[in-house]
């Protein structure tokens, strides 16, 4: 992991939880340069699975960035003319502090003894980043899914260091289905017997068949039935004929069992475990009584909310609550939702009604 | 521009906050926000056109007007803009109230079905008219609830609303319409544009 660039925040920070940490890692990777009067940088905030390698090969896994059909030179978010900043979310598994990070005083790996971190605790993590490269406003925030609510969390946090905020295919409260779909996956971490409590990094066997079922469905609520069916059908996999067994006969089968295996080598059970909590946790409507506009009302920024026709996951409904709630406070707000079939992935590829809208409106905002 | 939005953007103010309902390419919202330096907000119903209007740097959120002008509080602007789309809505009164809720002032024009030429088509011809204004025919038009002019003066008396400034134009001339010439307004103009209030 010497490919990480590292802050070592020092400064303390008080967690939801009401745990104090100090002296913890955010790894981060930035692209573009940042200009004199540093007001060109972006701020992306990863999902879930993702990490601070948006774009490019990412050095670990030798894939491309999660973010590569947006982020680049001459693309959406265009690195020629903004300085874009992505950290690892404190709980994840990419150089940040997390549970798989080795505690330098005890010598231990944290795991389950990492504390309970929220969205907020999150995003308050990152704005070390702001200060550490002198940064007083930010040009956007930028991020879908999990990063959509981080984005919010920033603008609700820091009304003064951003001056456009797109959050893309989130939500300001997670729901109860989702809240479900991730308790599903927790459960089927918790239920591999490798997880052992939580404590399975010295023993080196980890817990990847639960990961890998939790990473399963939480796949399929990544995508519409109408792309999946488009894509897989009932096409047969590498076989012309049922094989009266539970192998993969289908192609969809075997299309999960390999996003299930692939996720595993690269991402921790119990980062997942913490991260999706973060999610269920994040209710920024009942952080401000119930009243979602309060959260914005110190607002000046230029807010682009982004939904997909057929994300089932954040649907465009939970999308306009948030444009509702700006609007209601007279706050500057622009709103789209994207004909795609490709679900709430939608975001992360290659769709190009939403590509162009978000290059526009940080183009025409760059003036 | 064309010269409704002309007259529209003249009737304007200098530094207030408009809502342009049904804003299309955001042709207006564009002259207006340059012009005039008004704070303007757009709603429309079609994904094109909003990407358009974002190509644009223009503040637009795409929705309908008869579900989402709902979101928008009291008075909080002080024209909202609605061109010649009233009779497209299933309930054109609800949107009439809702657009003088949301605004203080609210600027409606209508394409008058009570021009001359249209009434001479379905005199005449005997089949329904198709015109400039009017390009669709029955079949496809988008427009459910067509009316003249004259309907629109005694609307206003039945749901009591306001009618503080009415505006007749045709091709680019303009005059301005009062109890004394709806007559000939109503069969001389194309387009009524009406500033309305409470």
């Known amino acids: ?367 | 521009m064309k010269q409704e939005f002309n007259i529209i953007a003249n009737n304007i103010e200098k530094g207030t906050r408009v809502l342009d309902v049904g804003c299309g390419d955001g042709v207006l919202i564009e002259y207006l926000k340059k012009e005039k330096n008004i704070d303007v907000r757009g709603l429309e119903i079609s994904k094109d056109k909003v990407q358009k209007c974002i190509s644009k740097g223009l503040t637009v959120i795409e929705g309908n007007a008869e579900i989402d002008l709902k979101q928008f509080p009291n008075n909080s602007f002080d024209y909202v803009v609605l061109s010649q789309t009233l009779q497209a809505f299933i309930n054109p009164e609800l949107v009439i109230k809702e657009l003088l809720r949301v605004g203080k002032r609210a600027i409606v024009t209508i394409p008058n079905f009570g021009f001359w030429k249209i009434r001479l088509h379905l005199l005449i011809k005997g089949t329904m008219p198709v015109t400039k204004t009017l390009p669709d025919e029955w079949y496809n038009t988008p427009n459910l609830h067509m009316c003249t002019i004259k309907d629109f003066v005694k609307f206003s008396n039945k749901i009591n609303f306001k009618i503080f400034k009415s505006i007749a134009m045709n091709e680019k001339k303009t005059s301005l319409i009062n109890n004394k010439n709806l007559f000939t307004k109503n069969l001389f103009s194309e387009l009524g544009i009406f500033l309305i209030e409470k």
């Not at chain 1, 997390?98 to 231990?108: A, E, F, L």
């Not at chain 1, 984005?151 to 729901?175: G, W």
């Not at chain 1, 909590?277 to 607002?299: I, P």
Request: charged share 20%; aromatic share 12%.
């Open chain 1, 1 to 367: 992991m010497d490919k990480l660039k590292t802050l070592l925040v020092k400064k303390p920070l008080e967690l939801d939880c009401g745990k104090i940490i100090k002296d913890f890692p955010i790894a981060y990777e930035t692209y573009g340069k940042l200009n004199e009067k540093k007001d060109n940088a972006i701020l992306v905030f990863h999902a879930l699975t993702g990490d601070q390698f948006v774009t490019g090969i990412n050095p670990i896994t030798k894939k491309d960035g999660w973010w590569s059909f947006a982020v680049g030179p001459g693309k959406a978010i265009d690195t020629n003319k903004f300085f874009i900043i992505c950290a690892n979310v404190i709980g994840g598994c990419m150089g940040s502090y997390g549970p798989s990070y080795k505690d330098s005083n005890t010598n231990k790996v944290l795991g389950i003894n990492f504390p309970i971190i929220t969205i907020n605790d999150m995003v308050n993590a990152q704005y070390n980043l702001l200060e550490f490269f002198k940064i007083e406003k930010l040009f956007s925030v930028v991020g879908g899914s999990m990063g959509g609510m981080q984005v919010l969390q920033f603008a609700s946090n820091f009304p003064d260091r951003v001056k456009t905020v797109i959050p893309i295919a989130c939500t300001s409260s997670h729901s109860a289905q989702n809240i479900a779909f991730n308790e599903l996956g927790r459960q089927a971490i918790t239920a591999d017997n490798n997880w052992n409590n939580g404590d399975y990094y010295t023993k080196n066997i980890n817990p990847n068949k639960g990961l890998a079922v939790a990473r399963m469905a939480a796949h399929i609520t990544y995508l519409s039935k109408k792309g999946l069916q488009e894509k897989f059908g009932r096409k047969l996999q590498e076989r012309d004929n049922l094989k009266f067994g539970f192998d993969a006969d289908f192609q969809i089968e075997s299309y999960l069992r390999y996003q299930g295996s692939v996720f595993v080598d690269r991402f921790d059970a119990n980062s997942y475990l913490y991260i999706t909590r973060a999610m269920d946790y994040f209710d920024l409507t009942k952080q401000f009584d119930g009243n979602l506009s309060k959260a914005f009302l110190n607002t000046k920024a230029k807010f682009f909310v982004i939904s997909f026709t057929s994300d089932w996951l954040y649907p465009t409904q939970e999308n306009k609550e948030i444009v509702i709630a700006l609007n209601s406070i007279g706050a500057d707000v622009g709103f789209v939702e994207i004909n795609s079939d490709k679900g709430h992935d939608s975001f992360l590829l290659d769709v190009p009604d939403f590509l162009n809208a978000l290059k526009n409106f940080l183009e025409k905002s760059n003036n």
